[in-house]
């Protein structure tokens, strides 16, 4: 929604995973609303991803713009709202590539949560991103 939690973890997560692997992706993460536009990324969700080993510290909030649905072969929103901002957003011809991140769910937002949801979120991000990487991987073999 404002790309300071979920999102941000999200984009890192894929990208260390991503890196591992081998594979170069191009990733970003976007908000479907501007009011955290040039913010960094939650203390909470840094923190937490830190404990971790992924740096979140030089990602900045942005809203998703029309030239996103065009220039990125995947979509991937946090929740069901959000996918429906997309979906309204995105031009028909790209609905295609409009999905929500863990695939049949949404992944749970830790704003106003305990440090437990944010773990929990990034239990969720890392299980899913070894999940989508295999997949992702398997169509360059």
Same mark, same amino acid.
């Given at each position: 929604m404002g790309n300071i939690c979920r999102s941000p973890t999200a984009e890192e997560v894929l990208r260390?995973?991503?890196?591992? @692997?081998?594979?170069?992706?191009?990733?970003?993460? @976007?908000?479907?609303?501007?009011?955290h536009r040039g913010d960094p990324p939650d203390a909470r969700s840094v923190l937490h991803a830190k404990r971790r080993g992924y740096?979140?510290?030089?990602?900045? @909030?942005?809203?998703?713009?029309?030239?996103?649905?065009r220039d990125f072969d995947l979509l991937l929103a946090a929740d069901v709202l959000n996918l429906g901002v997309l979906r309204d957003r995105c031009p028909p011809a790209y609905h295609?590539?409009? @999905?929500?991140?863990?695939?049949?769910?949404?992944?749970?937002d830790p704003y106003?949560?305990?440090a437990s949801d944010f773990e929990k979120v990034l239990d969720l991000v890392e299980k899913r991103a070894v999940s989508l990487l295999s997949e992702w991987q398997a169509t360059t073999d």
């Open positions: 260390v995973h991503a890196q591992r @692997a081998g594979l170069e992706l191009h990733l970003d993460s @976007a908000g479907t609303e501007d009011y740096d979140l510290t030089g990602l900045r @909030a942005r809203q998703v713009c029309s030239d996103d649905f295609h590539k409009l @999905a929500l991140f863990l695939g049949d769910r949404a992944l749970p106003y949560g305990q």
